[in-house]
């Protein structure tokens, strides 16, 4: 089916008519989020048609039992998900006695909806036909506070226009909610307690094994053409679900409306047994700032998000669009206060990836929150996983290794490995250096290397210590060989010498070995406390160096690049260019089997190291890499095209730099992958963002200086970006042959572009 239904616009995401066959796909696209919970664009009211509902908390996860065929030691026990949590957005119509369902009406007009980007909000209107012929127009706003993040408030407005009428509201809350995604069909909730209090609703229940609390409450008022009436409710109180009922007659014309406030309150951050009095305090503050004033607040809270993260771009809505779509759901999804959260591929608008950690975070996310937030966000995402280190030991032991060697999990709710598939998950150890690069970036970029004695050297050495343990020596190759794994293309499995890994695992040895040096000598203190923590000696180090010294690197003296892995050229190589459309994507039209032994890459692999170690090669080798490499990508991970948009910017190829962008941009909005009905693509949305910034910006960290090379597509007006580099806020404004700075404060800084040194005085234009 037809996906671009999304209509252009710079600010808003806009859907133009009913289509039952789209409700899925624009549940995912419109969802909402505040960093602490997050909820698909569900209809509030009833729906019969095919509906995908999932409402989220952070941070609460169910351990679904794995499901495998044949049990093997080092399986993990199970998989980790954020679960589908009680319902509070609902609210059932009746109009004289029929329930309002779109999909039973006679007919649907002037359906919308629309996502206001700028702040924050999302409404959906319509005009509906009932079967007993009565007319209503509906307008729904909805949001989710940012500023108060355990609070999201809806205004339902009914207006009866062929007729008066009895209107009844139904709000209610529900517990009784299951996942799409279930092992094993079980119950995930147990709902402890449901009770109410004059017009307040409070549903507690927790979590199965994980034992999480959680409450669900709502509170309602009526209202007539703008006035609060003080209609009274009855109420109907089931095992699992409370609902109010407020009925009101409106004359033909009459605008009657229901403002429901609700959310949850958690464990997490009250006493178990405070939860029901902390949502009362909650929804007394909402009723008494009221719904204008909420909204109001919300618009701030995101006018201050905007404020250092977005990206203007002139002369192409689709892009503009797309690029703030990304910006927007990223900030809805995680906030960086809390460090026991953390990014889920599919953040809170679907249930695949189970809202767990993925490499991702470290590969992709941390550069966006590193430049658009304060630095102590990209901190606290690196500390979860300086958090989880005891958990990564644990799990290396599991598997064989020892001495405080770490695995770092590839999918991880707790710090625990947990995920279902053994070749493609856990034969994914290239994670384990995404660790160390995410440390390494991040002191390059805002200059902290206070994190490596506090915390990330313990890290460092721990991943050293698999690596060396993990590699093997081979006497016929005289060189250290890594066996059985899978490099980030997921379309090889178990194989050897993936590249990709090996020169991850050579420069981790390294980078622990020089910043234990550089610690020894400047921080003597930590030093001393690491090596005494870690009981690290000299000759294991000695060790590293030498696995580093001699590790192995499969190459083509053919074609003169580094190849995949070992034997990668055996396959029969056959550009992607060749492939019929209608075989696309592979991975719903072909057997796994004939994936595996195909040469399609599912996404970058030699070039994700080409991109991690931009610095180690010439431009000629990348230019080469990507030759050999891109032509047999197939981009089925969304993952993908923002890596290519950088390097093919870099290699000055424009055209196809901006056709990535737009794929990686609009991957979700315009749905490349035919999916999207499932959730988003949250932790790619960081690397469209690097596609701006690092692909057309150019932007890098020199030696310790921020460095650009603008380039700007074809057709584009201009584009700008703002970063905080080491806490000073730097504009760029590219347009054909002219780069524009701007900085913030009160010092100067001194940046380069295209190679030469300029120096950027506060608050004042510098153009070249
Ligand atoms: C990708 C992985 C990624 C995961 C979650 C997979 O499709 O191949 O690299 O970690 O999705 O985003």
Redesign the pocket.
């Known amino acids: 089916m037809n996906q671009d239904y999304i209509k252009p616009d710079n600010w808003s995401i806009l859907e133009e008519g009913f289509d039952v066959e789209r409700v899925e796909s624009s549940e995912s696209l419109f969802s909402l989020g505040n960093g602490a919970m997050g909820q698909r664009a569900n209809f509030e009211e009833q729906y019969s048609g095919a509906t995908f509902q999932g409402s989220y908390i952070a941070g609460v996860y169910y351990p679904d039992k794995t499901k495998v065929g044949w049990w093997k030691n080092g399986y993990p026990e199970y998989f980790a998900k954020v679960l589908n949590a009680p319902n509070w957005i609902g609210i059932n119509i009746l109009i004289n006695g029929e329930m309002l369902d779109l999909y039973r009406c006679k007919e649907v007009r002037n359906f919308r909806r629309e996502l206001n980007m700028k702040e924050g909000w999302y409404e959906r209107s319509f005009t509906a036909v009932l079967q007993n012929d009565l007319e209503v127009e509906v307008k729904i706003t909805r949001f989710l506070s940012i500023h108060r993040n355990e609070l999201g408030a809806i205004n339902f407005e009914v207006e009866v226009l062929n007729s008066d009428a009895t209107v009844v509201f139904e709000p209610y809350i529900d517990s009784g909610i299951t996942n799409e995604d279930a092992n094993w069909e079980e119950k995930f909730w147990q709902t402890l307690d449901v009770k109410t209090e004059e017009h307040r609703a409070y549903i507690t229940s927790k979590t199965l094994k994980t034992e999480f609390h959680a409450t669900a409450f709502m509170q309602s008022q009526l209202l007539k053409n703008g006035k609060v009436l003080s209609e009274e409710a009855t109420e109907v109180i089931f095992e699992e679900k409370i609902s109010f009922r407020y009925t009101v007659e409106a004359k033909k014309g009459e605008k009657v409306s229901l403002q429901k406030f609700g959310g949850y309150v958690t464990n997490m951050n009250h006493k178990k047994e405070d939860l029901v009095p902390a949502a009362k305090a909650v929804l007394e503050s909402a009723l008494k700032a009221g719904f204008v004033t909420l909204k109001k607040e919300q618009k701030e809270a995101w006018e201050k998000i905007w404020e250092m993260a977005d990206i203007t771009i002139e002369g192409d809505v689709k892009a503009q669009q797309g690029i703030r779509f990304n910006i927007f759901q990223l900030n809805q999804t995680y906030l960086g206060e809390d460090a026991r959260l953390n990014i889920g ?1 599919k953040g809170f608008t679907g249930e695949k ?1 189970g809202g767990s950690t ?3 975070t470290e ?1 992709y996310c941390i550069p966006f929150y590193m430049a658009t937030k304060d630095h102590h966000v990209a901190r606290n995402l690196l500390t979860y996983r300086y958090n989880h280190l005891g958990k990564a030991i644990e799990n290396a032991e599991k598997l064989g290794f020892s001495n405080g060697a770490a695995l770092y999990p ?1 999918v991880t709710m707790n710090g625990e490995e947990s995920h279902n598939e053994w070749e ?1 998950t856990f034969e ?1 150890i290239h ?1 384990n250096g995404a660790m160390v690069i995410a440390i390494k970036r991040y002191v390059e970029y805002t200059g902290d290397y206070s994190y490596v004695p506090e915390k990330g050297l313990e890290v460092m050495i721990a991943i050293a210590r698999f690596w060396q343990q993990r590699a093997n020596y081979s006497s016929q190759k005289d060189k250290y060989v890594i066996l059985g794994v899978t490099g ?3 379309y090889e499995n178990n194989v050897n010498n993936n590249w990709y890994t090996n020169y991850l695992a050579k420069w981790c040895l390294e980078y622990a070995i020089s910043n234990i040096e550089k610690v020894k000598i400047d921080y003597p203190g930590d030093y001393d406390r690491v090596m005494d923590k870690t009981g690290l000696k000299v000759d294991e180090i000695a060790k590293w160096q030498e696995v580093a010294d001699k590790m192995y690197f499969p190459y083509s003296e053919e074609y003169k690049v580094f190849l995949q892995q070992d034997n990668f050229l055996d396959k029969e190589i056959i550009p992607v260019s060749e492939l019929p459309k209608a075989q696309r994507p592979i991975n719903q039209k072909w057997s796994w089997d004939r994936i595996l032994r195909s040469c399609y890459i ?2 970058a692999d030699v070039l994700q190291g080409f991109y991690f170690f931009e610095d180690h090669f010439p431009k000629e080798e990348l230019e080469k890499h990507y030759d050999f490499y891109e032509p047999l990508t197939v981009h ?4 993908s095209p923002c890596v290519h948009s950088i390097q093919a910017a870099a290699l000055g190829r424009m055209d196809q730099a901006y056709q990535f962008y737009l794929r990686t941009s609009r991957l979700d909005l315009d749905d490349y992958n035919h999916e999207v009905k499932e959730g988003c ?1 949250i ?2 949305m960081a690397g469209t963002w690097m596609s701006v910034v690092e692909g057309f910006g150019g932007m890098r960290v020199v030696e310790g200086k921020l460095s650009f090379n603008p380039k700007i597509p074809n057709g584009w007006n201009s584009f700008s970006f703002k970063v905080n580099f080491r806490n000073q806020i730097l504009k760029v404004s590219v347009a054909p042959g002219k780069t524009g700075f701007v900085l913030e404060g009160n010092d100067f800084l001194e940046i380069l572009v295209n190679e030469k040194s300029i120096v950027v005085e506060p608050n004042n234009l510098v153009s070249v």
């Open positions: 591929p990836y993925y490499w991702d590969a590839m493609i994914e994670r980030p293309n997921e599912k996404q089925e991970s969304s993952l693509h932790t790619s």
